[in-house]
Antibody, heavy 121, light 108 residues
């Protein structure tokens, strides 16, 4: 079955970087884009960005430009999201979600289980 | 601020019908997708491409769209439908995606 499995929880100090992984299985990895979404405690979902199937192109939400880097290792079917210059407001659950599209519709399915990143001194 | 606007909270009596709406200019060009999220869980897709349900989603969930408004309707709400619901679409520029602020559904 199609599945996304993310890396485990992280605790980081302010100013540090974190790299979250998302390993895909059950489908042809190089045929699909991947999104990253985060959710701060008690808050809504926030789109962070997307990486293309080959890993050669990314688009980031303006809010994260300059701080986020999304990469892909096609040999292991794994996507990565690295966020730098962490601050307390970056404490959140980070999700990867596969992109799907048809006509004028796009949707996220499936989702990874989420990775909690805690930023604390 | 989100480019997609949802009511923060909606309630429905058990077995009744409820509609959750999502407004935004980009919905005139792109279909919304809808996600259900229960506490401590990852979101799951419930409606995509206007009114399509993934396998495993009950047929009491349906979607519709008119102008700048997309709607998720639950016909005969069940206790297990109590959750947060989020809409999503591409933004007005078409270059990014955006989520609505979410609607907390309470089943009374």
């Amino acid at each position: 079955q199609v599945q996304l499995v993310q890396s485990g929880a992280e605790v980081k100090k302010p100013g540090a970087s974190v790299k979250v992984s998302c390993k895909a299985s059950g489908y042809t990895f190089t045929r699909y884009y991947m999104h990253w979404v985060r959710q701060a405690p008690g808050q809504g979902l926030e789109w962070m960005g997307i990486i293309n199937p080959s890993g050669s192109s990314t688009t980031y939400a303006q809010k994260f430009e300059g701080r986020v880097t999304m990469t892909r290792d096609t040999s292991t079917s794994t996507d990565y999201m690295e966020l730098s210059s962490l601050r307390s407001e970056d404490t959140a659950v980070y999700y990867c979600a596969r992109d799907n599209s048809a006509g004028s519709g796009w949707w996220f399915d499936p989702w990874g289980q989420g990775t909690l990143v805690t930023v604390s001194s | 601020s989100s480019e997609l606007t949802q009511d923060p909270a909606v309630s429905v009596a058990l077995g009744q019908t409820v509609r959750i709406t999502c407004q935004g200019d980009s919905l005139r060009s792109y279909y919304a997708s809808w996600y259900q999220q229960k506490p401590g869980q990852a979101p799951i897709l419930v409606i995509y491409a206007k009114n399509n349900r993934p396998s495993g989603i009950p047929d009491r969930f349906s979607g519709s769209s008119s102008g700048n408004t997309a709607s998720l309707t639950i016909t005969g709400a069940q206790a297990e439908d109590e959750a947060d619901y989020y809409c999503n679409s591409r933004d007005s520029s078409g270059d990014h995606w955006v989520f609505g602020g979410g609607t907390k559904l309470t089943v009374l």
